[in-house]
């Protein structure tokens, strides 16, 4: 039994290589490089690497992201209070690293001493 399920394995990783190979041939002969089973360098891929968001980015636009938080104009966004920041924000990766990621923002990194309209207080419930 054991015999027959090692050959059925063996089979069957052998069909995959197989059908990863020609993949990648039919790419590089079409011009384009294989892409790998986990498409690691798709943006949202886990081991994607990330990029730092740029302010000027819509997504960061649309929630008036800043990247110092000690400049936000309370004049201008009146729900920001002093002591906000994405380090204090519930939606920030957990760590002390001066650049995270943020639930807002997949695939980027944004600056843990900023701010955007969007921030939420640890542990609230909203
Ligand atoms: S949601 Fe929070 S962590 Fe994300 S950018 Fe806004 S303030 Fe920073």
């Not at 498409?39 to 992201?65: E, G, H, I």
């Amino acid at each position: 039994m054991n015999r027959r399920r090692r050959q059925l394995t063996n089979a069957l990783l052998t069909a995959f290589i197989g059908l990863r190979v020609v993949r990648g041939s039919r790419a590089l002969a079409a011009g384009r490089a294989p892409s790998a089973p986990s498409a690691p360098n798709a943006p949202n891929a886990p081991n994607a690497p990330r990029t730092l968001l740029d302010v000027k980015d819509p997504a960061a636009k649309a929630v008036s992201y800043q990247e110092d938080a000690r400049k936000v104009d309370p004049g201008l966004y009146p729900t920001y209070r002093r002591g906000q920041s994405c380090n204090t924000c519930a939606l920030i990766e957990f760590g002390t690293a001066p650049l995270r990621g943020c639930t807002l923002f997949p695939g980027k990194l944004i600056v843990a001493a900023g701010w955007c309209s969007a921030w939420q207080l640890r542990g609230s419930k909203s």
